[in-house]
């Protein structure tokens, strides 16, 4: 054994030879990975990555949303420290669902501005129970659809109002339009015109939310 | 049509089939549950310039006045026409911020506003009824 300034060195020690991973195939980023890097993808590569991240959900995605969408701040930090440190969490009796006039992000809340308001809207109220919210499928990446029920509508409009043209979706924990409402998730829609008349509809298992 | 028996003025609530319902839910901030109020649950529906409690058999809100359904339809593709907001914020998009990150900041509305300008009745006033 041979001491040196710089440690100890081993006789006949077998030092790893570095070795250059190679790449065979496509690289599968994960959906978190891809939320990191998605803003520094070009169009062409986001493309291919929004179709294979859809592709296995594909004929239920086609009735509605996909495309941007995330869990709200709250609901991710609510679901870690339930997780870790058993921070308990006590669900909303009753989910609302906004429609928005603008972009939304995590940072959802009743506050929000651009919600929508044609004359008589108002949240949709769903009832947080497994008839509305069945339980998901999957293992390594689980999946909730939901309304699991039935279409839900929106109220019937009585006049054209502001914010009318909706193309985000929102769902939150309260009614009270406050920033006392918190955010659970959000998507965009496709861009959608209220008119006078009109009751918008969110068709049965029309939104899927997945999770690594 | 029915006599309305009362005229309710709050916050309201959809429920699910195209009605509206009083909305009177309110969170104590003591105990983090929610307290409802008397009204809370009960069918309204828009008529002749308010938003009134409908009696039994009396037609809904969407008996009243539904003229057509608008379901969300499907895309999955954010290169049609109306469709570029999938991909990201445009810049006619209120929340749009370009220094921001991914260009996006939301606006938030203070709560003495925001509890008001929609989702309730006094958003609704009768000069915005068009029917």
Not at chain 1, 115 to 129: F, G, V
Not at chain 1, 165 to 183: P, Q, R
Not at chain 2, 75 to 83: L, P, S, V
Request: net charge negative.
């Amino acid at each position: 054994m041979e001491v040196t300034p710089s440690g100890i060195v081993l006789p006949d020690l077998l030092i790893p030879q570095r070795r250059i991973i190679q790449p065979r195939g496509l690289w599968y980023p994960t959906k978190a990975g891809l939320e990191l890097a998605w803003n520094d993808l070009d169009k062409d590569v986001k493309r291919l990555y929004d179709k294979w991240l859809k592709a296995p959900t594909r004929e239920a995605k086609d009735l509605v949303m996909q495309m941007a969408g995330s869990m709200a701040n709250f609901s991710s930090k609510a679901m870690q420290d339930s997780v870790w440190g058993k921070t308990a969490f006590t669900s909303a009796v009753t989910i609302y669902a906004g429609l928005w006039a603008a972009t939304l992000d995590d940072t959802l809340a009743g506050n929000t501005a651009s919600e929508c308001a044609y004359t008589s809207y108002a949240r949709l109220a769903l009832t947080n129970n497994t008839t509305i919210f069945a339980a998901g499928t999957g293992t390594t990446t689980y999946s909730k659809t939901f309304p699991s029920d039935a279409a839900k509508s929106w109220a019937t409009s009585t006049g054209t109002g502001t914010n009318n043209t909706v193309t985000y979706l929102g769902f939150l924990d309260g009614n009270a339009g406050t920033s006392a409402d918190h955010g659970y998730c959000w998507c965009s829609i496709t861009s959608t015109t209220i008119n006078n008349g009109d009751t918008p509809q969110l068709a049965q298992n029309a939104v899927t939310v997945t999770q690594d | 049509m029915a006599e309305a028996i009362g005229i309710y003025h709050g916050r309201l609530m959809a429920d699910g089939q195209g009605n509206l319902l009083a909305d009177e839910s309110t969170l104590n901030p003591d105990t983090g549950e929610a307290e409802y109020g008397e009204n809370h649950g009960k069918p309204v529906a828009y008529h002749e310039g308010s938003y009134v409690f409908l009696k039994k058999g009396e037609d809904s809100h969407n008996k009243r006045h539904e003229q057509n359904v608008a379901e969300f339809a499907g895309t999955t593709d954010a290169t049609n026409e109306g469709e570029e907001h999938h991909e990201g914020p445009l810049e006619d998009d209120p929340h749009y911020d370009p220094d921001a990150e991914g260009g996006v900041k939301l606006q938030f509305d203070p709560d003495s506003v925001a509890a008001t300008i929609t989702g309730h009745t006094d958003a609704y006033p009768p000069e915005t009824q068009e029917v």
